[in-house]
């Protein structure tokens, strides 16, 4: 059974800073794309950032390219998400995905449908 569980939401001040982490168990982690979404309350979950297998590459949303960075450690099963100069736009709840997909850089890797292994989420809340 795969578990993820995030950790590192809080209340933060416009353009100030927080990371997130996520931390897996079951199945291998390596395998899989690791990625984080977020819904905002009234809207739709949507892609923030994705990260291959190894690490070695990452898209982001056009929303967050340039204040966000996603990581993640293979030898501790954690992926995290490093949220810089954050606007009041990124008050959201913030959840990791992960899944396992046969090639890097397809769309269907931007989509929240196509991951079958979700944590609970934790909130992020940025204020003026």
């Known amino acids: 059974q795969v578990q993820l569980v995030e950790s590192g939401g809080g209340l933060v001040q416009a353009g100030g800073s927080l990371r997130l982490s996520c931390a897996v168990s079951g199945g291998t982690f390596s395998k899989y794309v690791m990625a984080w979404f977020r819904q905002a309350p009234g809207k739709e979950r949507e892609f923030v950032a994705v990260i291959s297998w190894s690490g070695g590459s990452t898209i982001y949303a056009d929303s967050v390219k340039g204040r966000f960075t996603i990581s993640r450690d293979n030898a501790k099963n954690t992926v995290d998400l490093q949220m810089n100069s954050l606007k009041l736009e990124d008050t959201a709840v913030y959840s990791c995905?992960?899944?396992?997909?046969?090639?890097?850089?397809?769309?269907?890797?931007?989509?929240?449908?196509?991951?079958?292994?979700w944590g609970q989420g934790t909130q992020v809340t940025v204020s003026s």
């Open positions: 995905a992960a899944d396992y997909f046969a090639e890097w850089g397809s769309r269907r890797q931007y989509s929240p449908h196509e991951y079958d292994y």
